[in-house]
């Protein structure tokens, strides 16, 4: 009965985000989690949602990218055009948990990507800051 009601919001687009989390779909069918690991992992097997570490589960035929990956490539593409120049500073990782809808330890991990890889400097106590293409 969940696993077909969840199946239908996916058919309909109701879930592009990703699915809600265990307790939230528990409280809406008045199930305990266990009922509703059995939905989700009915559906994982059927391949209508894949498990995501760290984010929870996601319907299957979406994007595929994970969501740090969305915010590196978004923020590499604001750099890239120059809406975020060389000295620019990032917004918050408050601001990008806002702008995203995200957990802060995703915004962490997207921000310590760019910084790795050099796009990006952290300041301490200041903030983090576009670097000059080396």
Do not use: C
Request: proline share 4%; charged share 25%.
């Amino acid at each position: 009965m969940i696993a077909q009601a969840l199946r239908e919001r996916i058919a309909t687009g109701v879930y592009e985000g990703g699915l809600p989390s265990e307790a939230e779909i528990g409280r809406e069918f008045g199930v305990a989690r266990t009922t509703v690991r059995r939905a989700l992992r009915a559906l994982e097997e059927a391949g209508d949602v894949k498990a995501v570490a760290g984010v929870g589960r996601a319907v299957a035929g979406g994007a595929g990218v994970a969501p740090y990956e969305q915010i590196v490539n978004d923020l590499l593409g604001q750099i890239r055009s120059g809406a975020l120049p060389v000295g620019a500073q990032l917004p918050s990782e408050a601001q990008l948990v806002g702008q995203y809808g995200v957990a802060r330890g995703t915004v962490r991990r997207a921000v310590r990507e760019l910084e790795t890889s050099g796009h990006v400097e952290a300041r301490h106590g200041v903030g983090r800051f576009v670097r000059s293409p080396s």
